[in-house]
Protein backbone atom coordinates (compact mmCIF):
# COMPACT_ATOMS: atom_id res chain seq x y z
CA UNK A 1 0.00 0.00 0.00
CA UNK A 2 1.62 3.67 -1.17
CA UNK A 3 2.04 5.55 1.80
CA UNK A 4 1.14 9.50 1.96
CA UNK A 5 3.09 11.30 -1.17
CA UNK A 6 3.76 14.60 -1.07
CA UNK A 7 5.90 17.04 -3.92
CA UNK A 8 7.52 18.42 -4.70
CA UNK A 9 10.67 17.37 -1.64
CA UNK A 10 12.37 20.76 -2.08
CA UNK A 11 10.88 24.10 -2.80
CA UNK A 12 13.02 27.24 -2.87
CA UNK A 13 11.25 30.26 -3.26
CA UNK A 14 11.67 34.10 -2.21
CA UNK A 15 10.23 36.61 -0.29
CA UNK A 16 6.72 38.03 -1.57
CA UNK A 17 6.47 34.35 -3.71
CA UNK A 18 3.98 32.35 -3.00
CA UNK A 19 4.15 28.35 -3.03
CA UNK A 20 2.16 25.24 -3.47
CA UNK A 21 2.68 22.17 -1.56
CA UNK A 22 0.68 18.84 -3.03
CA UNK A 23 -0.05 15.82 -0.62
CA UNK A 24 -2.30 12.62 -1.69
CA UNK A 25 -3.06 10.48 0.91
CA UNK A 26 -2.93 7.04 1.27
CA UNK A 27 -5.82 5.11 -0.42
CA UNK A 28 -9.12 5.12 1.07
CA UNK A 29 -7.86 7.96 3.75
CA UNK A 30 -10.75 11.13 3.50
CA UNK A 31 -8.81 13.20 6.10
CA UNK A 32 -5.66 15.46 5.64
CA UNK A 33 -3.47 17.32 7.60
CA UNK A 34 -0.86 20.18 7.36
CA UNK A 35 2.12 20.48 9.93
CA UNK A 36 4.76 23.11 9.96
CA UNK A 37 8.14 21.43 11.50
CA UNK A 38 10.64 24.73 12.05
CA UNK A 39 14.28 23.61 12.62
CA UNK A 40 14.70 22.84 15.81
CA UNK A 41 11.00 23.30 16.93
CA UNK A 42 8.22 20.94 17.47
CA UNK A 43 5.45 20.17 14.84
CA UNK A 44 2.74 22.81 14.85
CA UNK A 45 -1.10 21.97 13.37
CA UNK A 46 -1.91 23.99 10.17
CA UNK A 47 -5.18 22.87 8.77
CA UNK A 48 -7.28 19.76 8.62
CA UNK A 49 -8.98 18.96 5.91
CA UNK A 50 -11.95 16.30 5.66
CA UNK A 51 -14.20 15.06 2.93
CA UNK A 52 -13.63 18.20 0.82
CA UNK A 53 -13.95 20.88 3.32
CA UNK A 54 -11.40 22.90 6.01
CA UNK A 55 -12.07 21.41 9.77
CA UNK A 56 -9.71 22.99 11.36
CA UNK A 57 -6.78 25.39 11.38
CA UNK A 58 -3.95 26.22 14.07
CA UNK A 59 -2.73 29.75 15.14
CA UNK A 60 -1.40 30.92 11.47
CA UNK A 61 -1.99 33.71 8.95
CA UNK A 62 -4.31 33.71 6.16
CA UNK A 63 -1.59 33.73 4.16
CA UNK A 64 -1.35 30.35 4.52
CA UNK A 65 -4.50 28.18 2.72
CA UNK A 66 -5.60 25.03 1.40
CA UNK A 67 -8.10 23.15 -0.28
CA UNK A 68 -8.75 19.22 -0.86
CA UNK A 69 -9.92 17.97 -4.08
CA UNK A 70 -12.57 15.57 -4.63
CA UNK A 71 -10.23 12.29 -4.68
CA UNK A 72 -8.81 13.66 -1.34
CA UNK A 73 -5.66 14.84 -2.17
CA UNK A 74 -4.79 18.22 -1.21
CA UNK A 75 -2.89 21.47 -1.60
CA UNK A 76 -1.09 23.50 0.57
CA UNK A 77 -0.44 27.75 -0.28
CA UNK A 78 1.56 30.12 1.40
CA UNK A 79 1.60 33.86 -0.11
CA UNK A 80 3.69 36.43 0.43
CA UNK A 81 6.63 34.31 2.00
CA UNK A 82 8.07 35.36 4.75
CA UNK A 83 12.23 34.18 6.03
CA UNK A 84 10.44 32.36 9.13
CA UNK A 85 8.40 29.98 6.53
CA UNK A 86 11.50 28.39 5.96
CA UNK A 87 10.94 25.04 7.41
CA UNK A 88 9.97 21.01 6.64
CA UNK A 89 5.45 21.03 5.45
CA UNK A 90 4.26 17.29 6.39
CA UNK A 91 1.31 16.25 5.35
CA UNK A 92 -0.87 13.59 6.89
CA UNK A 93 -3.88 11.60 6.18
CA UNK A 94 -6.08 9.53 8.32
CA UNK A 95 -8.82 6.75 7.37
CA UNK A 96 -11.49 9.17 8.94
CA UNK A 97 -11.63 11.90 11.41
CA UNK A 98 -10.83 9.60 14.12
CA UNK A 99 -8.02 6.97 12.98
CA UNK A 100 -4.43 8.13 14.06
CA UNK A 101 -2.47 9.91 11.34
CA UNK A 102 0.43 8.71 9.14
CA UNK A 103 2.89 11.12 8.00
CA UNK A 104 4.22 11.93 4.32
CA UNK A 105 7.84 12.35 3.60
CA UNK A 106 7.82 16.04 3.74
CA UNK A 107 8.20 19.25 1.93
CA UNK A 108 11.12 21.20 2.56
CA UNK A 109 10.45 24.67 2.03
CA UNK A 110 13.38 27.27 1.83
CA UNK A 111 13.20 31.09 1.34
CA UNK A 112 16.33 33.28 0.32
CA UNK B 1 2.70 26.06 30.17
CA UNK B 2 2.94 24.04 27.10
CA UNK B 3 -0.10 22.10 26.19
CA UNK B 4 2.50 18.73 25.85
CA UNK B 5 5.69 18.69 27.45
CA UNK B 6 8.74 16.01 27.17
CA UNK B 7 12.20 16.14 28.35
CA UNK B 8 14.66 17.15 25.35
CA UNK B 9 16.97 15.02 26.18
CA UNK B 10 19.18 13.63 25.24
CA UNK B 11 18.20 10.36 26.78
CA UNK B 12 21.72 7.82 26.50
CA UNK B 13 20.58 4.31 27.12
CA UNK B 14 23.04 0.66 26.83
CA UNK B 15 21.83 -1.36 24.50
CA UNK B 16 19.35 -4.20 25.80
CA UNK B 17 18.18 -1.52 28.69
CA UNK B 18 14.73 -0.10 28.95
CA UNK B 19 14.17 3.59 27.50
CA UNK B 20 11.26 5.21 29.45
CA UNK B 21 9.97 8.34 27.68
CA UNK B 22 7.54 10.70 29.64
CA UNK B 23 5.52 13.20 28.18
CA UNK B 24 2.71 15.51 30.42
CA UNK B 25 -0.32 17.22 29.07
CA UNK B 26 -2.32 20.07 29.92
CA UNK B 27 -5.80 19.55 28.46
CA UNK B 28 -7.47 17.47 30.59
CA UNK B 29 -10.61 16.30 27.64
CA UNK B 30 -7.64 14.97 25.39
CA UNK B 31 -8.89 11.49 24.72
CA UNK B 32 -5.79 10.18 22.37
CA UNK B 33 -2.25 9.97 22.78
CA UNK B 34 -0.06 8.71 20.30
CA UNK B 35 3.85 8.12 20.20
CA UNK B 36 5.62 8.89 16.96
CA UNK B 37 9.54 8.04 15.93
CA UNK B 38 11.06 10.47 13.96
CA UNK B 39 14.42 9.70 12.43
CA UNK B 40 16.97 12.82 11.74
CA UNK B 41 15.42 14.20 8.36
CA UNK B 42 12.74 11.88 7.98
CA UNK B 43 8.99 12.06 8.83
CA UNK B 44 7.37 11.31 11.86
CA UNK B 45 6.03 7.45 11.98
CA UNK B 46 3.31 6.11 14.49
CA UNK B 47 4.66 3.83 16.56
CA UNK B 48 1.96 3.28 19.09
CA UNK B 49 -1.53 4.90 20.26
CA UNK B 50 -3.70 4.49 23.21
CA UNK B 51 -6.61 5.82 24.44
CA UNK B 52 -7.69 3.80 27.97
CA UNK B 53 -6.15 4.29 31.03
CA UNK B 54 -3.53 1.35 31.62
CA UNK B 55 -1.03 -0.05 29.69
CA UNK B 56 -1.19 -1.06 26.17
CA UNK B 57 1.96 -3.95 24.76
CA UNK B 58 3.12 -4.11 21.03
CA UNK B 59 6.33 -5.84 20.73
CA UNK B 60 9.23 -4.36 22.80
CA UNK B 61 7.01 -1.25 23.14
CA UNK B 62 4.32 -0.62 25.76
CA UNK B 63 2.79 2.73 26.42
CA UNK B 64 1.27 3.80 29.33
CA UNK B 65 -1.88 6.18 30.09
CA UNK B 66 -2.85 8.10 33.55
CA UNK B 67 -5.36 10.79 32.54
CA UNK B 68 -5.73 11.52 36.39
CA UNK B 69 -2.16 12.25 36.59
CA UNK B 70 -2.45 13.94 33.04
CA UNK B 71 0.72 11.85 31.95
CA UNK B 72 1.81 9.50 28.85
CA UNK B 73 4.44 7.01 28.58
CA UNK B 74 6.43 4.88 26.34
CA UNK B 75 9.25 2.13 27.12
CA UNK B 76 11.38 0.24 25.06
CA UNK B 77 12.26 -2.64 26.26
CA UNK B 78 15.84 -4.39 24.76
CA UNK B 79 16.55 -1.18 23.39
CA UNK B 80 18.59 -1.03 20.31
CA UNK B 81 21.20 1.37 18.24
CA UNK B 82 18.45 1.29 15.83
CA UNK B 83 16.01 3.15 18.11
CA UNK B 84 17.79 5.82 18.21
CA UNK B 85 15.59 9.02 17.19
CA UNK B 86 13.74 11.85 18.09
CA UNK B 87 10.18 10.39 19.53
CA UNK B 88 7.44 12.73 19.64
CA UNK B 89 4.00 12.68 22.44
CA UNK B 90 1.30 13.67 20.73
CA UNK B 91 -1.82 14.36 22.33
CA UNK B 92 -5.56 15.18 20.97
CA UNK B 93 -9.40 15.80 22.28
CA UNK B 94 -10.72 13.73 18.81
CA UNK B 95 -7.56 12.97 16.62
CA UNK B 96 -8.28 15.95 14.52
CA UNK B 97 -6.29 18.49 16.67
CA UNK B 98 -3.44 17.00 17.87
CA UNK B 99 -0.64 19.00 19.63
CA UNK B 100 2.74 17.46 19.46
CA UNK B 101 5.38 17.64 22.22
CA UNK B 102 8.91 18.98 21.09
CA UNK B 103 10.23 15.40 21.25
CA UNK B 104 12.71 13.51 23.28
CA UNK B 105 16.18 12.17 21.57
CA UNK B 106 17.10 9.26 22.35
CA UNK B 107 20.41 7.71 21.76
CA UNK B 108 20.90 3.68 22.53
CA UNK B 109 24.94 3.25 22.41
CA UNK B 110 25.92 -0.48 21.38
Known amino acids: EAGVTQSPTHLIKTRGQQATLRCSPI?????VYWYQQALGLGLQFLLW???????NRGNFPPRFSGRQFPNYSSELNVNALELEDSALYLC???????????FGDGTRLSIL | QKEVEQNSGPLSVPEGAIASLNCTYS??????FFWYRQYSGKSPELIMF????GDKEDGRFTAQLNKASQYVSLLIRDSQPSDSATYLC??????????FGAGTRLTVKP
Open chain 1, 92 to 102: ASSLSRNQPQH
Open chain 1, 27 to 31: SGHTS
Open chain 1, 49 to 55: YDEGEER
Open chain 2, 27 to 32: DRGSQS
Open chain 2, 50 to 53: IYSN
Open chain 2, 90 to 99: AVSRNNNDMR
